[in-house]
């Protein structure tokens, strides 16, 4: 580590790991219940694993997101930390929150709305804990006197997703406007802010990585941020095609939402730029691995498959179905997890005192594979589920229960290939908390 003070991303890391397994024990209960029978469901219904497995996934990401800002700004503004006893405050305070909410949605302590659950005492915790981020991460800047744009965008991405959270604090007796601002945070995040969020830490790792010239990544980052607000915020409109809003949302949320997959191929480019210009010869294969991913699965998860289904003439038929959760799950993997895994992976050698080429193990490449290999073979299943719930149930209108039982194949097969990502990020648990700390190798000589 080139400061004392980045090892206050050490606990992020841990405490977003950790939420990374429960979610997989959720996620893998969620599918389970598709083929029945179920004896949980008198204590667990689907409607409590799924909430608890995707409000994990969102605070798990989160907590990442922070390790790795803590991380990553001291190292930008060359600085310490502005208080690292504040940002384990703001952790335990995190984590006491997000165990109340999950503990709170096992015995029916909800708000209803989806992706946006958590109980009102919750939510103004969450509000607590970003400013506290926030005000850490803008003193630590203000005292360096330094911001680079790499590290300016991410910090732009996180203070945005702390103020698009704001409207979830609001509750609407009406379906419609429920949903409607629903979507100014979640739809947002997860297709505008966090962009900037993954866009940040990408140029960050290829110029480590790759030792790819600083001026071009940081220009690359000002293409994807307009990207990211011409087409992000007027896409949010692919959310409102069926929900009771004026017709006219069809034709904005189709447009904006077709120019949506941009930032995300553009991404990708500059990933295989950086790759092109400088190749792959730092030592850390695994933290390469794991942003190339993203790069490479973002679009694809993000870009590609969100583009099949999101024109309104499409959309009226696979709405609702599992083409959404084919979308969901590459997407979330390609463009957020992984990420925050290649944060983790490049961190961990300086965290643990090693050399960088001490940074990998046949464990943890075999952890990349199996989950990259895993959400392959999920979003194939749910994509063949998808495509024939879309045919039986809305062309030929059977039944919904009718045709779930006929796609209980499809769902198997979700099942064994969720296994086997559950297995990669049971391998990356096992590396991390065990292999990687006793990894031979001399303390890394850093920089002053």
Same mark, same amino acid.
């Given at each position: 580590?080139? *400061? ?44 409590? !694993? ?8 969102? =605070? /798990? ?27 384990? /405050? ?7 929150? $997000? ?5 709170? *949605? ?5 708000? $209803? ?8 005492? =919750? ?16 003193? &630590? ?6 911001? !680079? ?9 996180? &203070? ?59 220009? /690359? ?18 959310? *409102?095609?069926?929900? $009771? ?25 500059? @990933? ?17 691995? /794991? !942003? ?17 289904? &999101? ?34 992976? *490049? ?16 464990? @943890? ?37 009718? !045709? ?17 990502? &559950?297995? $990669? ?24």
């Amino acid at each position: 580590m080139r *400061y004392r003070s980045q090892a206050v991303a050490y606990p992020y890391f841990v405490v977003a790991l950790l939420l990374y397994g429960l979610q997989m024990v959720f996620g893998l209960l969620s599918i389970t219940k598709y083929l029945g029978p179920d004896p949980l469901k008198g204590f667990l219904p689907f409607d409590v !694993t799924k909430e608890i497995h995707t409000n994990v996934l969102i =605070v /798990w990401v989160l907590t990442g997101f922070m390790g790795a800002a803590y991380w990553l700004v001291p190292e930008e503004s060359r600085t310490e930390l502005y208080s690292p006893r504040l940002a384990y /405050w703001q952790l335990g305070l995190w984590t006491v929150a $997000g165990v109340t909410a999950v503990v709170g *949605y096992l015995f029916g302590w909800t708000e $209803g709305n989806k992706l946006l659950e958590q109980p009102p005492p =919750v939510k103004l915790a969450i509000v607590v804990v970003m400013l506290m981020f926030l005000y850490n991460l803008g003193m &630590t800047i203000w005292k360096a006197k330094r911001l !680079t744009t790499t590290e300016g965008v991410l910090v732009a991405g996180l &203070t945005f997703t702390a103020l698009l959270y704001l409207p979830a604090l609001f509750t609407f007796d009406n379906y419609t406007l429920s949903i409607y601002y629903r979507w100014w945070t979640v739809h947002l995040w997860v297709e505008g802010v966090w962009e900037m969020v993954q866009g940040g830490l990408l140029a960050y790792l290829l110029i480590r990585l790759s030792g790819a010239d600083r001026e071009v990544m940081e220009k /690359w980052l000002y293409v994807i941020v307009g990207l990211t607000f011409i087409a992000g915020i007027l896409g949010t409109a692919h959310h *409102y095609f069926w929900i $009771g809003v004026p017709a006219y949302w069809q034709w904005i949320g189709g447009f904006f939402s077709a120019l949506e997959p941009l930032a995300f191929l553009g991404m990708a480019v500059y @990933a295989y730029m950086a790759v092109r210009r400088s190749g792959l010869a730092h030592p850390n294969r695994l933290a390469l691995h /794991w !942003t190339l991913g993203s790069a490479v699965l973002s679009a694809l998860g993000a870009g590609v498959l969100g583009l099949a289904h &999101t024109w309104p003439t499409v959309n009226r038929w696979t709405h609702g179905t599992m083409i959404t959760a084919m979308h969901g799950h590459m997407a979330f993997f390609g463009a957020y997890v992984m990420i925050v895994l290649a944060m983790i992976s *490049y961190a961990s050698p300086g965290l643990f005192g090693h050399e960088q080429d001490s940074a990998e193990s046949p464990a @943890a490449l075999w952890a990349f594979w199996l989950q990259t290999g895993g959400m392959f073979g999920m979003t194939m299943a749910f994509a063949a589920a998808g495509i024939t719930q879309t045919y039986l149930e809305r062309i030929l209108g059977l039944g919904y229960l009718e !045709t779930q039982h006929k796609i209980q194949v499809h769902f198997l097969m979700v099942l064994g290939t969720g296994l086997l990502f &559950t297995l $990669g990020v049971g391998l990356y648990l096992y590396d991390f908390f065990f292999l990687a700390p006793r990894r031979r190798g001399a303390p890394a000589a850093w920089p002053a």
